[in-house]
């Protein structure tokens, strides 16, 4: 596709949990040719090497750890094992590992490499806190039912039985905890700026063609 604007494009999505909005991030990017990010995953990264590593002092052990991250690493297959979740969980109210996670993120969103056209981040804070100033900012959801059926089939996938009764009332409190905390430890929220796609009658072809609508229409002006 011949864009007609060589300024970067950086998008920012918050999304609820479940909604469909890594799959579509990740389909954005590979259309664009964007730098994807899924915010939540440096997290939980950094969990996985304080669980594997045990250090006396996490925090300056991560300062130097993430100084070797990059994109690669954060596909461990190990970042969703359950005990990675509860440890993220705890770890990530610390601010002193938010400030060190928030540096990482930016540089993925502001420096772009060369063979990309610019960034998207997908997460919980990433349109008011991460890349307040993104071209386009979209605020992905859909119905609780939709997504703990999608979150069933996924658990499935991976050889885990999670009744569909659990899943929602996990996804209920995941959405109570996730919108009521403060907002320097990234409350997920729908900034005035966001553009809401709901997703839960739209198949991942149709949400794709739906946020590539939106964008054409301002990057092709």
Same mark, same amino acid.
């Given at each position: 596709?011949?864009?007609?604007?060589?300024?970067?494009?950086?998008?920012?999505?918050?999304?609820?949990?479940?909604?469909?909005?890594?799959?579509?991030?990740?389909?954005?990017?590979?259309?664009?040719?964007?730098?994807?990010?899924?915010?939540?995953?440096?997290?939980?990264?950094?969990?996985?090497?304080?669980?594997?590593?045990?250090? @006396?002092?996490?925090?300056?052990? /991560? =300062? $130097?750890?993430? %100084?070797?991250?990059?994109?690669?690493?954060?596909?461990?297959?190990? &970042?969703?094992?359950?005990?990675?979740?509860?440890?993220?969980?705890?770890?990530?109210?610390?601010?002193?590992?938010?400030?060190?996670?928030?540096?990482?993120?930016?540089?993925?969103?502001?420096?772009?490499?060369?063979?990309?056209?610019?960034?998207?981040?997908?997460?919980?804070?990433?349109?008011?806190?991460?890349?307040?100033?993104?071209?386009?900012?979209?605020?992905?959801?859909?119905?609780?039912?939709?997504?703990?059926?999608?979150?069933?089939?996924?658990?499935?996938?991976?050889?885990?039985?999670?009744?569909? @009764?659990?899943?929602?009332?996990? /996804? =209920? $409190?995941?959405? %109570?905890?996730?919108?009521?905390?403060?907002?320097?430890?990234?409350? &997920?929220?729908?900034?005035?700026?966001?553009?809401?796609?709901?997703?839960?009658?739209?198949?991942?072809?149709?949400?794709?063609?739906?946020?590539?609508?939106?964008?054409?229409?301002?990057?092709?002006?």
């Amino acid at each position: 596709m011949q864009l007609k604007k060589t300024k970067p494009i950086r998008i920012a999505i918050d999304a609820t949990a479940g909604s469909g909005s890594t799959t579509l991030a990740l389909r954005l990017a590979l259309h664009y040719k964007l730098r994807f990010l899924d915010t939540g995953k440096v997290y939980r990264w950094c969990a996985l090497q304080i669980i594997q590593n045990k250090p @006396k002092n996490k925090i300056n052990f /991560l =300062k $130097k750890e993430i %100084k070797k991250l990059n994109l690669k690493k954060l596909q461990n297959k190990k &970042l969703i094992d359950d005990r990675v979740a509860q440890v993220t969980s705890q770890m990530s109210k610390d601010l002193r590992m938010r400030k060190l996670v928030f540096a990482f993120q930016k540089r993925i969103a502001y420096n772009i490499p060369k063979g990309y056209r610019g960034s998207i981040l997908n997460g919980r804070d990433v349109t008011y806190n991460i890349v307040p100033d993104a071209t386009f900012k979209f605020y992905v959801t859909a119905s609780i039912y939709a997504r703990s059926k999608r979150r069933q089939k996924e658990l499935m996938k991976l050889g885990k039985r999670v009744s569909f @009764k659990e899943i929602m009332q996990s /996804l =209920k $409190k995941r959405d %109570k905890s996730d919108k009521n905390r403060p907002r320097r430890q990234g409350r &997920l929220e729908k900034t005035k700026e966001s553009l809401l796609i709901n997703t839960t009658n739209l198949t991942i072809k149709s949400s794709f063609l739906t946020v590539k609508k939106i964008i054409d229409s301002k990057l092709n002006k």
